[in-house]
């Protein structure tokens, strides 16, 4: 990945973590104690005007691998 890319990117994190400092926080809060086979994850979507939309997941350990995948793509790349 070349330097340009990268400092977009962290801008546009810093600028997500600005506009949306309670959830970066929560996020962070999850993650730094890890997640573990059989965590559920649920999100939730309400359109201005509309019902909420809700759906979850339950993390499996190939779930669970393909994070740990993704993770050494990114320190190699």
């Known amino acids: ?9 962290m801008s546009a994190k810093n600028r997500f ?3 949306h400092p309670k959830f970066a926080a929560f996020i962070k809060a999850v993650f730094a104690k890890g997640i573990e086979e059989g965590t559920i994850i649920e999100i939730q979507v309400t359109r201005p005007g509309e019902s909420p939309v809700t759906a979850n997941i339950k993390i ?5 691998d393909l994070m740990r995948e ?8």
């Open 60 to 64: 499996q350990q190939s779930d669970l």
């Open 17 to 19: 973590t600005e506009n």
């Open 70 to 77: 993704l993770r050494e793509l990114t320190k190699t790349g």
């Open 1 to 9: 990945m070349n330097p340009a890319s990268i400092m977009k990117i």
